[in-house]
């Protein structure tokens, strides 16, 4: 059950995160969802999410990307999402799995460089990305050794071309949504977002 450890650690009659289905029929001819949600959970996090075999692949970037080809910046690969997950944007209720707000922070579409599938069971994934912030090549790839002992430890490294940039500071310079422009605080001023569970208020 390729979204049992997502299911298992939400409660859904109290956030409203989607509960999710894994989509079967995806025409191969449809491009593949890219998506980076900027979290402010316990600790702030860019959560890189690719769209593969009916889910989307997940990865928390605790410092988010970088443009510059020489930071490898740290992906820990978490539970598979469900791709309506996408485009979610909006609070998680205290007390519950990942609590605090979620942004789109960019959105797109990737596409795989070489044959995905066994890229990823090989650790190594290099794609092109064509979202609203992120552009150009771009590779993933698992550690070993003593860092990649837990088996989870990923790296997100920009290959260097046109959309490389040495000194800009992305996620600094580009704070907003990709979906609705705001801020966090304004995400997490909407309170029409939030879940109450079954009561109407
Ligand atoms: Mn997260």
Redesign the pocket.
């Given at each position: 059950m390729p979204l049992k450890k997502y299911r298992q650690k939400r409660n859904f009659k109290k956030t409203s995160e989607p509960r999710g289905k894994v989509v079967k029929k995806v025409s191969k001819k449809k491009s593949l969802l890219y998506v980076i949600?900027k979290?402010a959970?316990s600790h702030l996090?860019y959560?890189f999410r690719l769209q593969l075999h009916g889910v989307l692949l997940s990865w928390?970037v605790p410092k988010g990307p970088s443009l510059n080809p020489d930071d490898k910046r740290l992906a820990v690969h978490?539970e598979d999402h469900p791709l309506d997950y996408a485009k979610f944007e909006g609070i998680i209720p205290e007390g519950e799995y990942?609590a605090g707000t979620?942004m789109v922070w960019d959105y797109g579409v990737w596409q795989p460089l070489t044959e995905p599938e066994e890229a990823y069971r090989q650790g190594k994934l290099t794609f092109n990305l064509q979202g609203k912030k992120l552009q150009g090549g771009w590779a993933l790839v698992e550690m070993h050794g003593k860092m990649g002992e837990n088996g989870k430890n990923w790296l997100l490294i920009k290959h260097q071309d046109a959309a490389a940039k040495k000194r800009f500071d992305i996620t600094k310079k580009e704070p907003l949504s990709a979906l609705t422009g705001r801020t966090m605080e304004e995400i997490t001023e909407d309170k029409r977002k939030i879940w109450h569970g079954k009561k109407k208020k």
């Open positions: 949600q979290h959970a996090h959560d928390a978490v990942g979620v």
